[in-house]
C-alpha cells in the first residue's frame, strides 16, 4: 500500500500569529504585557536618543540643556578627552593606531589558523610592542609622552592587553605547579591561588599602588601603572589557572601514559600532549574569563587612573557640561558594550563550534 | 653530591625545599623592608593600634559611631556595613534574576525577547560603571524642597527618606529577626522529620507557628517603643533640610540598585541554565501523571533546577559579596573603605592588610560552607541519578 502523506496547509499570517503568541489566555496576557513594556521603553528610549535630542554642538551647552531629549553634543564636544585622555592634542592619532593595533591583534587572535603556542605569542608579542612605540614614542622621530599623560580608551585597552600578556603564561605555570605531585609545591600553590580568589580584585590593586611600595626596596618599586597591571595580572592569573586545570582534568590520564611508554620528557609531555588538549577544553571558559577581565580593568579609575571611566568623569565634570552626564555614560556603556559583546557572542560561537565537533 | 642529584626523591625534595623556601624568603623579606621602611616614618607595627580611638567619623554605619571610638570597633561597623549591603543586593539580585531567568525560559517568545534583551545590555557593561551611572542619577535629583513624594517616602538628591517606627535599636533589630522567623519557622515545620504528623497536614502548625513569630515581633516593636512619640516617624521637610524618618544615602541605594540588576543579569543566565538542565523526560513524565502546569513547577521543575543551579550561585554570591567594595568609588564606608582610611590615618599598613585578607576568607568560607550543606542536603541520594 502507498502512503501519501501531505503538508498540512501553512498556516496563514494571523493563524501563525495566534499560535505563536495567543494559544492560552495566559500566554495571550503575557505577550501583550512583555509588548506594552518593550513598545514603551522602545518608545521612551527613542523619543530621549533620536527624535527630541541635541546633535550639533553650534547652540552650546544651553541649546542642550533646553532640549527635552539627550544631549549629544556633549559627546561631540569632548569624544577626544573620552578617547584619548590628557595625551598631547597633536599626537593623538598615535593613540587611535594603538587602539587599533590592539583590535587588530585580539581578531587575529580569534582566528584558529593563529592558535599554535607560537603563532599566539608572536602575535600578541609583536601587538604588544607596536602599542608601546606607537604610544610611548621617543624612537623612529616619534615625540616622547610618557605614561602619566597616557588615558581614556588606549590606557583601558593596555592594561587589559598586559594583564592578559602577564597573567596567562603565570596562569600556565600555576596551574601546572598545582597539578605537580610534589605535595609542598601543589598546596603552596594552592594557597597562594585560593587567597588571591577569596579577595576583592579593588583591594589587590590598592594593595599594589599604595600599599606595595613600602615593601619593595627603591630599586624595585617601578612606576604605579606597572605595579598596577602587575596586580591585575595576579588576580587573573589566580582564576586562569583553576580553568586551566579544569582544562587539564578533562585530558584522560591514558594520553600522558602513552606519552611516558614513548620516552617523552616532562616538557615534551605538558608542551605537546596535555596543554594543547588541555587548552581547546577550556576554550569557552578563557573567553569568558578574557571578558570578565575586560570588564574589571574598570576598576584602575579607583587608584586613581585617568582610564576611560575617570576621562569619561572629566568630561562631564567640567562646570558647563555638568548636567550631560546620562550621555557620557551612555557612551562609555556603549565602548565596552561593542567590545565585550562581540567577545563573549564569539565565545558563544566557539562553544557551538566545538560542541558540534564532540558529537 | 652529583650521585644523590641523580636520585629521584633526593631531587623531588631539594625542589620541594627551593620552592617553598623561596617564597617564604620573599614574603619574609617584603615584611622586612615594610617593618624598617615604617619604623622610619616613626609607626611601631603590632595590633595595639587596634584600641586607640580613630579621630575621623563614617559617613553610614548601622551601629552607633564617633570618632572617639577605636579601630577594632570601625573594622566592625566596616563589616557589618559590608554585609547589609551584601546581603540587600544578593536579595534584590536573586529576585532580579528569578524574575529574568523564568522569562527567558518561558514558552512566550515575547518574553523570551524580553529577558534576553536584558541579559544582554546590563551583562557587558562594567559594574563600576554602573554604579558610577547611578549615583549620578540619585545626586542629580531634585532637592530635598522639590522632593518626589510616594506613600509618605521623599526621593531626593540627598537620599530616600522612609518612615520608620520610633523603636529604640536593639528592640528594631530583634523584631527583624522574629520578623524572618515568621518566615522561615513555616518552612521549617513543613520540612522537618522531628514533627510526628504527615507532611501535607501540617498547615495549623505551621499556620500557628507564623503566628506566633509575628506576636512576638509586634510585642517586641511595642515593648521597645520610645515613649512620648508617635509609632511611625515620618519624614517631613523642615526649613531646607528633610527632618525625621530613616534616610537612606546615595551611596547606598546606588550600590544596590548597580548589584541587583547586573548581579541580577547573572543569576538569570544561571537560572536559565539550571531549567534548561532538566530533562524533558521529567516534565512529560508529571504531564502524563496529570499534575497541573503549576504543580509541575513547584514539584518537578524547581526542585530539580535548583540542585543544579546552587554550586554556581554559590561563586556568584561570593563574586557579588566582594563587589560591595566597589563602595569606596562613591564613599559607602564599607570594610574595605574602613581598611583603606585606616592605612591613610594610621599607617598600620601591614596589620590593615591582614585584617583585610582575614575578613574576606571569613566571609568566602562561611558563605562556602552554608552553601555545601544546603547542596548536601537537597543533592540527590544513591541510585537516583541513574539512568
Known amino acids: 500500500m502507498e502512503m501519501i502523506f501531505v503538508a498540512p496547509p501553512a498556516p496563514g499570517r494571523l493563524e501563525d500569529l495566534k499560535r505563536r503568541f495567543f494559544v492560552t489566555p495566559l500566554q495571550a496576557l503575557l505577550s501583550l504585557v512583555s509588548l506594552a513594556i518593550m513598545a514603551s521603553l522602545a518608545w521612551k528610549l527613542l523619543n530621549w536618543a533620536v527624535f527630541s535630542a541635541v546633535f550639533t554642538t553650534s547652540g552650546g551647552p544651553e541649546a542642550c540643556q533646553a532640549a527635552a531629549g539627550a544631549c549629544w553634543s556633549v559627546i561631540a564636544a569632548r569624544w577626544r578627552i573620552i578617547l584619548f585622555g590628557l595625551y598631547p592634542f597633536e599626537e593623538q592619532w598615535r593613540s587611535a593606531l594603538a587602539c587599533v593595533t590592539v583590535v587588530v591583534m585580539t581578531v587575529l587572535s580569534c582566528i584558529p589558523a593563529f592558535w599554535t603556542g607560537r603563532r599566539i605569542a608572536l602575535v600578541w608579542g609583536a601587538g604588544t610592542a607596536l602599542y608601546y612605540v606607537l604610544m610611548k614614542g621617543g624612537v623612529l622621530g616619534l615625540a616622547y609622552v610618557g605614561e602619566e599623560a597616557w588615558g581614556g580608551l588606549a590606557l583601558t585597552l593596555f592594561i587589559f592587553v598586559t594583564t592578559c600578556l602577564i597573567g596567562f603564561p603565570l596562569a600556565i605555570c600555576l596551574a601546572l605547579l598545582r597539578r605537580s605531585e610534589l605535595p609542598w609545591i601543589s598546596r603552596t600553590t594552592g594557597v597562594i591561588i585560593d587567597s588571591v580568589r577569596s579577595l576583592p580584585l579593588i583591594s589587590i590593586l590598592f594593595t599594589f599602588a599604595i600599599v606595595l611600595p613600602f615593601a619593595l626596596p627603591q630599586w624595585l618599586q617601578g612606576d604605579k601603572l606597572y605595579r598596577v597591571i602587575l596586580g591585575s595580572a595576579l588576580f587573573f592569573s589566580a582564576y586562569q589557572a583553576e580553568i586551566v586545570r579544569g582544562g587539564m582534568q578533562g585530558v584522560p590520564t591514558g594520553q600522558e601514559e602513552a606519552a611516558m611508554a614513548l620516552g617523552m620528557s616532562y616538557w615534551q609531555r605538558i608542551g605537546r600532549i596535555l596543554l594543547p588538549q588541555a587548552m581547546r577544553n577550556a576554550l569557552p571558559a578563557t573567553i569568558n574569563q578574557f571578558v570578565i577581565s575586560f570588564k574589571e580593568t574598570s576598576l584602575v579609575v579607583i587608584v586613581g587612573f585617568f582610564e576611560i571611566l575617570a576621562s569619561g568623569n572629566a568630561a562631564y565634570g567640567t562646570g558647563e557640561w555638568r548636567f550631560a552626564y546620562v550621555e557620557v555614560y551612555a557612551f562609555i556603556a556603549f565602548i565596552y558594550f561593542v567590545f565585550v559583546f562581540s567577545l563573549s557572542r564569539y565565545g558563544g560561537f566557539l562553544e557551538r563550534r566545538m560542541s558540534v565537533g564532540e558529537r | ?387
Open chain 2, 1 to 387: 653530591m652529583v650521585s644523590l642529584l641523580r636520585n629521584q626523591k633526593a631531587r623531588n625534595a631539594l625542589l620541594q625545599v627551593v620552592y617553598v623556601g623561596s617564597l617564604g624568603a620573599l614574603v619574609l623579606a617584603c615584611a622586612m623592608i615594610a617593618r624598617r621602611n615604617l619604623a622610619q616614618q616613626g609607626i611601631t607595627s603590632g595590633f595595639d593600634f587596634l584600641y586607640k580611638s580613630t579621630g575621623w567619623d563614617v559617613s553610614f554605619s548601622l551601629l552607633p559611631a564617633t570618632a572617639n571610638d577605636p579601630y577594632w570597633w570601625y573594622f566592625l561597623i566596616g563589616i557589618i556595613n559590608t554585609l547589609f549591603l551584601g546581603s540587600v543586593g544578593l536579595i534584590l539580585a536573586t529576585v532580579v534574576g528569578t524574575i529574568v531567568g523564568l522569562a527567558r525560559t518561558s514558552s512566550n517568545e515575547l518574553a523570551r525577547l524580553l529577558g534576553r534583551t536584558y541579559v544582554d545590555i546590563f551583562r557587558n557593561i562594567p559594574l563600576i560603571l554602573q554604579v558610577f551611572f547611578w549615583y549620578a542619577v540619585i545626586t542629580h535629583l531634585p532637592t530635598p524642597r522639590a522632593a518626589h513624594q510616594a506613600f509618605g517616602m521623599l526621593l531626593t538628591s540627598r537620599g530616600l527618606y522612609a518612615p520608620i517606627p520610633n523603636v529604640g535599636g536593639v528592640a528594631f533589630a530583634a523584631a527583624a529577626i522574629a520578623f524572618i522567623g515568621a518566615i522561615a519557622l513555616p518552612v521549617w515545620l513543613g520540612r522537618t522529620s522531628r514533627l510526628n504528623r504527615p507532611l501535607g497536614e501540617r498547615l495549623g502548625i505551621q499556620l500557628a507557628g507564623a503566628a506566633a513569630a509575628l506576636a512576638c515581633a509586634v510585642l517586641i516593636l511595642a515593648g521597645g517603643r520610645l515613649p512620648g512619640l508617635p509609632l511611625l516617624d515620618f519624614p517631613a521637610l523642615q526649613g531646607l533640610n528633610i527632618k525625621g524618618g530613616l534616610r537612606i544615602p546615595p551611596e547606598f541605594s546606588a550600590l544596590a540598585v548597580a548589584i541587583a540588576i547586573y548581579g541580577g543579569s547573572y543569576i538569570a543566565e544561571i537560572v536559565r541554565g539550571g531549567f534548561k538542565a532538566v530533562s524533558k523526560g521529567q516534565v512529560e513524565a508529571a504531564l502524563s501523571l496529570g499534575l497541573s502546569p503549576w504543580r509541575i513547577f513547584t514539584l518537578v521543575r524547581l526542585p530539580l533546577a535548583l540542585r543544579a543551579m546552587l554550586p554556581i550561585l554559590a561563586n556568584q554570591y561570593v563574586w557579588l559579596i566582594k563587589a560591595t567594595t566597589m563602595g569606596i568609588a562613591v564613599g559607602f564606608t564599607d570594610f574595605f573603605m574602613i581598611v583603606a582610611l585606616t592605612i591613610n590615618h594610621s599607617g598600620q599598613t601591614l596589620e590593615a592588610i591582614g585584617i583585610l585578607m582575614a575578613g574576606f576568607l571569613t566571609i568566602n568560607l562561611s558563605l562556602a560552607a552554608v552553601f555545601n550543606r544546603i547542596n548536601k542536603a537537597i543533592a540527590l541520594k544513591g541510585n537516583q541519578l541513574r539512568g
